[in-house]
């Protein structure tokens, strides 16, 4: 048994390591022995616990993956508005991108794709999915516009959230992601909520703490 939790921990560092590599170099950047290097393990270990760079690669991506359902599941609290839920969930989504490194990391490896030799799984429809539960849920309440069609709102949404996070990723380093998120929700739940109001649904979200005692954005 020791010798298993010996394993795992010494695959969780050098995934964390390895992330952290490709999250400033790239893919095509790293290399074993760069990752050797920065984790103080011989190329071997690498090698014994990750046949090949392609492979850290994938469980990295993978890990990723891994990293939302469990978050998505605080956000389907039935007592709160499905709408509070979805606004609380984008922050959530947020904060890991900008601090999580293996997050950072599968999110750029994802998109070096095509540099990497390895089947990595499909982005974006699992987040359509849940968001098109969100909003279902909000059309049932009478939260949601009934002009609002929740499949074609949740494509929309996730659109504008991934659009966003691109360009902040690519000006600031998604230093002011949350800011920015609320300005992106301020100008969609007015087109969103059957009774518009956005500077108060996102005020009750903050004063929620986003259901997981993690800061939560200022009101506007």
């Not at 969103?192 to 506007?220: K, N, T, W």
Request: net charge negative; charged share 25%; proline share 5%.
């Amino acid at each position: 048994m020791c010798v298993q939790i010996r394993a795992k921990a010494t695959r969780r560092d050098l995934l964390e390591a390895a992330a952290r590599l490709f999250d400033e170099r790239g893919y095509a950047g790293t290399s074993i022995s760069d990752i050797s290097a920065h984790s103080g393990r011989t190329s071997g270990a690498i090698y014994f616990h990750y046949a090949s760079k392609e492979k850290l690669a994938l469980a990295i991506v993978e890990e990723h993956f891994a990293t939302w359902p469990q978050l998505i599941s605080r956000y389907r609290d039935p007592d709160r508005p499905a709408l509070e839920n979805l606004v609380g969930l984008s922050f959530g989504v947020a904060r890991a991108f900008r601090d999580d490194i293996v997050v950072r990391a599968g999110a750029r490896l994802w998109a070096e794709r095509k540099a990497i030799d390895a089947q990595l799984p499909t982005p974006f429809l699992g987040w359509i999915e849940a968001v098109t539960h969100l909003l279902e849920a909000a059309a049932h309440n009478g939260e949601l516009a009934p002009e609002v069609s929740p499949s074609a709102g949740a494509h929309s949404v996730v659109c504008a959230f991934f659009g966003l996070h691109t360009v902040s990723e690519a000006l600031e380093g998604r230093r002011h992601i949350e800011e920015h998120l609320q300005d992106l929700w301020l100008l969609l739940l007015r087109g969103l909520q059957a009774e518009p109001d956005p500077a108060g649904l996102l005020d009750r979200v903050r004063r929620g703490a986003g259901h997981d005692g993690s800061p939560a954005p200022e009101p506007a």
